[in-house]
């Protein structure tokens, strides 16, 4: 499971190495209204209004949205960018690529119970 999330968070970095994330509430929700969100995602630890906005900003843009498993700070690490608790991927391959990794790990996790 550990391994595939790590995996999910390098696919994280790339995108971010590629200009192809919106880091930050804010950025996010600028990502979404011009219809350059792919996928919204929202730290674990994310506060219940930030969730909401990423929601509301994913619906109207008709990008996807989760809520991960990790946390701001991993979030950010990986990121190079502060705590955020939004994130949008602007590129569908990766976006698709992050979910996938996710999935598998989420797989991993329930069949190790």
């Known amino acids: 499971m550990k391994q595939a999330m790590d995996r999910s968070l390098a696919i994280l970095g790339m995108a971010k190495k590629a200009g192809r994330l919106a880091v930050g ?3 996010a929700a600028t ?3 011009r219809g350059e969100a792919r996928l919204i995602i929202n730290a674990s630890d994310a506060s219940e209004s930030s969730v909401r906005r990423a ?3 994913a619906q109207s843009s ?3 949205h989760i809520r991960v498993p990790f946390t701001m700070f991993e979030l950010g690490t990986t990121a190079g ?3 955020p608790g939004t994130i949008a991927f602007l590129d569908k391959g ?3 690529s992050f979910v996938k990794r ?3 790990s ?3 996790k329930e069949s190790d119970a």
């Open 94 to 96: 990766l976006a698709d």
């Open 102 to 104: 996710l999935n598998d």
């Open 55 to 57: 929601k509301n900003n």
């Open 25 to 27: 509430g804010e950025a």
């Open 106 to 108: 989420t797989s991993t």
């Open 62 to 64: 008709g990008a996807e």
């Open 81 to 83: 960018r502060g705590s």
């Open 31 to 33: 990502a979404a209204r």
